[in-house]
């Protein structure tokens, strides 16, 4: 049994198919990769499984339980936290009292009352943050917002954690040790679900990889098994990185994995909606 089941979910917005009978897994102890172009409809299976779309149809088990109908706060009761794409914390509060927050709601949930500061600060510094821990956390950094958002996650001690784009405002080294504490989390049994753009993270972390392409999983396997599969490739815009003009388009330093053809991050150029991220 895995820790999250997806079975066969469809989300449809009016006209547009977000997801299209979708159905993956995500095991404990273990990193799975979510990938795939801009729309391909990740974040909507994130909201789904997280309880913030209910899916048109098909539904989600999580550790072999039905959740399709369960709300948000009870799926994070039994385990699941996940990070957004737009920042979540308190910006008025600094680093530290976001996570002391975070560890105080869930200590609360669990009738545990003893104070909190010495797992607040391994914690901090855990994920990286320590040195921001007095910053509001308007201030700092976008990198380290989103390990904040990380931070606050693991202040539940989740069974699943449900990563999206975790990696982007991080620089090479912040990547490299976010990548570290993502094996750390899942060698002591988390089962990690990331969305992710930096293909060389996803290639260097990730057991396993889903493949989405309008809505629909078109791959699924190993980082090595999906960089080479011709639909992968095809979905990630024909691997030219050649504009019509014959110049080539930079895909950003994070984009590309080490071996032709290079995956990069596509536009997505019809049937659906083109999708413009939310900038962070
Ligand atoms: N709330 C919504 N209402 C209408 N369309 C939506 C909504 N959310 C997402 N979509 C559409 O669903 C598709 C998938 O979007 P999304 O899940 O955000 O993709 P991704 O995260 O892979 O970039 C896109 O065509 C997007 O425009
Ligand atoms: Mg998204």
């Given at each position: 049994?895995?820790?999250?089941?997806?079975?066969?979910?469809?989300?449809?917005?009016?006209?547009?198919t977000?997801?299209?009978?979708?159905?993956?897994?995500?095991?404990?102890?273990?990193?799975?990769?979510?990938?795939?172009?801009?729309?391909?409809?990740?974040?909507?299976?994130?909201?789904?499984?997280?309880?913030?779309?209910?899916?048109?149809?098909?539904?989600?088990?999580?550790?072999?339980?039905?959740?399709?109908?369960?709300?948000?706060?009870?799926?994070?009761?039994?385990?699941?936290?996940?990070?957004?794409?737009?920042?979540?914390?308190?910006?008025?509060?600094?680093?530290?009292?976001?996570?002391?927050?975070?560890?105080?709601?869930?200590?609360?949930?669990?009738?545990?009352?003893?104070?909190?500061?010495s797992?607040?600060?391994?914690?901090?510094?855990?994920?990286?943050?320590?040195?921001?821990?007095?910053?509001?956390?308007?201030?700092?950094?976008?990198?380290?917002?989103?390990?904040?958002?990380?931070?606050?996650?693991?202040?539940?001690?989740?069974?699943?954690?449900?990563?999206?784009?975790?990696?982007?405002?991080?620089?090479?080294?912040?990547?490299?040790?976010?990548?570290?504490?993502?094996?750390?989390?899942?060698?002591?049994?988390?089962?990690i679900?990331?969305?992710?753009?930096?293909?060389?993270?996803?290639m260097?972390?990730?057991?396993?990889?889903?493949?989405?392409?309008?809505?629909?999983?078109?791959?699924?396997?190993?980082?090595?098994m999906?960089?080479?599969?011709?639909?992968?490739?095809?979905?990630?815009?024909?691997?030219?990185?050649?504009?019509?003009?014959?110049?080539?388009?930079?895909?950003?330093?994070?984009?590309?994995?080490?071996?032709?053809?290079?995956?990069?991050?596509?536009?997505?150029?019809?049937?659906?909606?083109?999708?413009?991220?939310?900038?962070?």
């Amino acid at each position: 049994m895995s820790l999250l089941e997806v079975d066969d979910v469809v989300v449809q917005f009016g006209g547009v198919t977000a997801v299209n009978h979708a159905s993956f897994e995500a095991e404990a102890g273990r990193i799975t990769g979510l990938i795939g172009p801009n729309g391909a409809g990740k974040t909507t299976c994130f909201n789904v499984i997280s309880g913030l779309q209910r899916p048109t149809k098909g539904a989600v088990r999580f550790n072999g339980k039905s959740v399709t109908r369960t709300p948000v706060h009870r799926r994070s009761r039994m385990g699941m936290a996940r990070t957004f794409q737009r920042l979540e914390a308190f910006g008025s509060l600094t680093v530290r009292e976001n996570v002391r927050v975070a560890l105080d709601i869930h200590r609360g949930l669990k009738g545990i009352v003893k104070p909190s500061g010495s797992d607040l600060d391994s914690l901090l510094e855990r994920v990286g943050i320590a040195a921001y821990a007095d910053d509001r956390a308007d201030a700092i950094p976008t990198g380290t917002a989103r390990l904040l958002e990380v931070a606050r996650c693991l202040a539940g001690a989740p069974r699943l954690l449900l990563l999206d784009e975790p990696s982007s405002g991080l620089d090479e080294s912040e990547t490299d040790d976010f990548g570290d504490l993502l094996k750390d989390l899942a060698a002591e049994g988390m089962g990690i679900l990331m969305v992710e753009h930096d293909m060389d993270l996803v290639m260097a972390v990730c057991d396993t990889i889903r493949v989405l392409d309008f809505g629909e999983v078109i791959a699924i396997g190993d980082p090595s098994m999906v960089r080479s599969d011709p639909k992968v490739q095809k979905a990630y815009l024909g691997y030219s990185d050649l504009d019509e003009s014959g110049e080539h388009v930079d895909a950003g330093p994070d984009v590309h994995v080490d071996e032709t053809p290079t995956l990069v991050t596509p536009v997505v150029t019809g049937g659906g909606a083109t999708v413009k991220e939310p900038s962070a």
